[in-house]
């Protein structure tokens, strides 16, 4: 059964740092890795969808990387701001269809 | 920019009574898909559809839970008899199609079990 693990569970740093964010997940056979945003309450936003075979993907600030042999993927954030603060989520696409969710990192970002 | 919208936002209801979750996914998607997040837990899924048919579904999706597309633009998630263990927000999503594989997420309805 897949198992998707984030680390840290919760982060504070002070605006402008560069952060990164860890994901692994125990099953290699996926098909996708998306990292979402969730704001209290609010629904999931997605950032960045790294498919398989891709190594990374950039969006402005952020940068996802994969290395689906060891099951690994990292979220790069340059120049933290106070509005990245949110919770951060990844999942992986299991069976061509469901996503496998990690439990997030509360980020925090203060001005 | 088009978006997953679903209603209500908040529900309240008496355990043993049926809820409706209604979503209204992006347009031209032909996927869609419930999930759900208890407080505090990981998001999870329930339930994927498409072309009028459950596609795949997980063990938390028993006899209690049905979806259904009623027409072309709503997909509802129904909860026959309500448990305790039912509170939790409801996240609707959808994707295009096969080769488009982001699933967009709608804001959530959290349901609150009494």
């Known amino acids: 059964k897949q198992e998707v693990t984030q680390i840290p569970a919760a982060l504070s740093v002070p605006e402008g740092e560069n952060l990164v964010l860890n994901c692994s997940f125990t099953?290699?056979?996926?098909?996708?890795l998306q990292w979402f945003r969730q704001d209290p309450g609010k629904g999931l936003t997605s950032l960045l969808l790294?498919?398989?075979?891709?190594r990374e993907q950039t969006s402005g600030r952020l940068n996802a990387s994969l290395d689906k042999s060891s099951g690994r993927s990292t979220l790069y954030i340059a120049a933290s701001q106070p509005g990245d603060s949110a919770t951060y989520l990844c999942?992986?696409?299991?069976?061509?269809?469901?996503?496998?969710f990690g439990q997030g990192t509360r980020l925090t970002i203060n001005p | 920019e088009p978006e997953v919208t679903q209603t209500p936002s908040h529900q309240v209801t008496q355990m043993g009574q049926e809820v409706i979750l209604r979503c209204v996914p992006i347009?031209?998607?032909?996927?869609f898909y419930w999930y759900r997040q208890i407080l505090g837990q990981k998001v999870e899924f329930l339930v994927s559809?498409?072309?009028?048919?459950?596609?795949?579904k997980s063990e938390i999706f028993d006899d209690q839970f049905s979806v259904e597309r009623p027409d072309g633009s709503n997909f509802t998630l129904k909860i026959r008899s309500t448990k305790l263990e039912d509170s939790a927000m409801y996240f609707c999503?959808?994707?295009?199609?096969?080769?488009?594989?982001?699933?967009?997420f709608g804001p959530g309805t959290r349901l609150l079990v009494l």
């Open positions: 099953d290699s056979a996926i098909y996708n």
């Open positions: 790294i498919q398989s075979s891709q």
């Open positions: 559809f498409y072309n009028n048919e459950i596609s795949e």
């Open positions: 999942a992986v696409t299991q069976g061509a269809q469901k996503l496998v």
């Open positions: 999503a959808s994707r295009e199609d096969l080769y488009q594989e982001t699933q967009y």
């Open positions: 347009s031209n998607h032909l996927y």
